[in-house]
């Protein structure tokens, strides 16, 4: 029994020496430290603070102090402890002072074991010159300062009831002790001795429980902190923590959790943008076509009375009338595109061959330019696609919008590259590029999706605007009402889909829906 009383004190004291130790072999590290020296040197603690701040994990301590004498008085400056164990405060002027002088740790009844580091003179730390600490910032130390004056404590919490615990074994040693005495003289103080050893094991697995608590405490509370952050609706945190096992797995888990909640969040502010819209296009194409037919009646009455007009007033009130007419059809198309993008019903889902819509469309497009500025349309599909889940009519009147698009940014000529492939989840969400040629792709047990690809040697979208080319009602060309990657965006999020766009000016742009291969496939997460 004595032997283990001794080895419960062996422990705990090579245990407090090992701390003692580590702290001796981290003061380097600080004194080195120019910048935190020259900081400490020239009194600038609110800088010094926010610099230990950053040194608090890499050095892997509890608790980092700066004190300074001021009237033969120890007072601390500033201070910075890790948020999971109480702050030390100030330890007493008595205490700093006999470490400082001896050069030995301070131990504190509340279960803090800290080293004075003293700060190097500034020729140690920084050359002989004058130093700037930040850019913009007054000069600090020179070569012929002291360096009294100034420590810095560097510490661990090893628990409040650390070292009352090894007062406790010592004293129970001692005890023992005693025991061992009476024992020769009567045999009643073996249940003594008893009681005191279990007494010992239990302080002994207090620290051992006390040890791993500390191991699991900094996860688990980093894992609080984010949750606390996502309840109050920061949805862009991500918890870091260096955890395994099942720690590391609810990281992970939570991580996802935060990136889902993010994607729905902003599909839920698209589609309430887009039924927003739908409401104005309504509206405004009510207003638009009330007055146009009264107007083209007018006009066409007005067409009459050319005959009444001599050669010269004829042709002025003809070529004014066309004018207008023009005007007037203009009006009636953008009508019609805002009250076709309002109507836009819910699909109607049957199985499509999505290789069979993309060739009609590209054979409607060669057929029509015949005659005109020469459009290149070069197909790479992937023959082994499934059959899609969707609604035929819409997804050809995608395709149709994407390749008018194309079309409309080439008025010269050129070449657009229409592919067709299977994408797994990952590389859809990795916002991976299809290439011209296609290809098949997919990975075993992963979801499938389909992605078909359309790349243009057009003049490209600004960087500026790229990211409002989806937006309802943003055009940049005459003319255009702006409705036809609106129409595309709506019919691809009703499929459950994703439009993505990249783009560089003068290099031409990628446009890629992507469809999921079956229904009930959860909606893409936002690249």
């Known amino acids: 029994m004595k032997r283990a009383l001794e080895s419960s004190l062996v422990l705990a004291r090579k245990s407090l020496s090992k701390y003692e130790a580590d702290l001796r072999s981290l003061s380097p590290r600080l004194t080195g430290d120019t910048r935190l020296v020259l900081l400490l040197r020239a009194r600038r603690w609110n800088e010094a603070e926010r610099l230990l701040a950053g040194e608090l994990e890499p050095l892997a301590v509890d608790f980092l102090q700066v004190y300074e004498e001021e009237d033969n008085s120890w007072r601390l400056r500033a201070q910075v402890a890790d948020t999971a164990v109480p702050s030390p405060g100030a330890f007493s002027d008595e205490l700093v002072r006999r470490a400082v002088e001896s050069n030995d740790a301070m131990r504190s009844e509340a279960g803090y074991v800290a080293l004075p580091v003293r700060i190097p003179d500034a020729a140690g730390a920084a050359g002989a010159r004058r130093t700037s600490v930040d850019a913009g910032s007054a000069q600090t130390a020179t070569a012929g300062e002291k360096s009294d004056g100034v420590v810095l404590v560097i510490g661990y919490w090893l628990g409040e009831d650390f070292f009352a615990n090894v007062s406790e074994v010592t004293d129970g040693l001692v005890h023992y002790g005693q025991l061992e005495i009476y024992r020769r003289v009567e045999k009643e103080y073996v249940w003594v001795t008893a009681a005191i050893l279990f007494a010992v094991a239990a302080i002994v697995s207090l620290i051992t429980a006390a040890f791993l608590a500390r191991q699991l405490s900094k996860p688990i509370l980093g894992l609080t902190e984010g949750m606390k952050r996502v309840a109050a609706g920061d949805l862009d945190e991500k918890v870091v923590v260096k955890a395994g096992g099942e720690i590391g797995y609810l990281v992970d888990s939570f991580n996802q959790m935060t990136r889902d909640l993010r994607a729905y969040k902003e599909q839920l502010a698209r589609a309430e943008r887009i039924a927003a819209w739908q409401d104005v296009a309504r509206y405004a194409a009510h207003e638009i076509r009330n007055p146009l037919t009264p107007i083209k009646l007018s006009l066409h009455r007005l067409h009459t009375c050319l005959e009444q007009l001599n050669e010269e007033n004829r042709r002025r009130f003809s070529d004014?009338?066309?004018?207008?007419?023009?005007?007037?059809?203009?009006?009636?198309?953008?009508?019609t595109a805002f009250s076709d993008f309002a109507k836009l019903?819910?699909?109607v889902f049957a199985p499509i061959d999505v290789n069979g819509i993309i060739s009609e469309v590209a054979e409607l497009y060669r057929s029509t330019q015949?005659?005109?500025s020469f459009l290149r349309i070069d197909l790479s599909l992937d023959a082994s696609l499934p059959a899609v889940p969707a609604d035929a009519q819409q997804i050809r009147m995608a395709v149709l919008n994407v390749v008018k698009n194309a079309a409309e940014?080439?008025?010269?000529?050129?070449?657009?590259?229409?592919?067709?492939?299977?994408?797994?989840?990952?590389?859809?969400?990795?916002?991976?590029?299809?290439?011209?040629?296609?290809?098949?792709?997919?990975?075993?047990?992963?979801?499938?999706y389909i992605e078909i690809a359309f790349r243009d040697t057009g003049p490209g979208i600004p960087e500026t605007i790229i990211g409002k080319v989806m937006t309802p009602h943003f055009t940049t060309k005459k003319?255009?009402?702006?409705?036809?990657?609106?129409?595309v965006s709506k019919i691809v999020?009703?499929?459950?889909?994703k439009v993505f766009i990249q783009s560089q000016e003068t290099r031409g742009t990628l446009v890629r829906i992507v469809l999921p291969a079956q229904r009930k496939i959860p909606r893409l997460s936002s690249a």
């Open 493 to 497: 999020s009703q499929h459950g889909g």
């Open 320 to 335: 004014s009338l066309d004018s207008i007419l023009g005007e007037v059809s203009s009006l009636e198309r953008l009508a």
């Open 479 to 487: 003319g255009g009402t702006g409705l036809g990657l609106a129409v």
């Open 370 to 372: 015949e005659g005109t």
């Open 409 to 448: 940014a080439m008025p010269e000529g050129g070449t657009l590259w229409i592919s067709s492939k299977r994408a797994n989840e990952s590389e859809v969400n990795s916002n991976s590029c299809a290439s011209p040629n296609g290809g098949a792709s997919s990975n075993a047990g992963a979801k499938e």
């Open 345 to 347: 019903p819910d699909p």
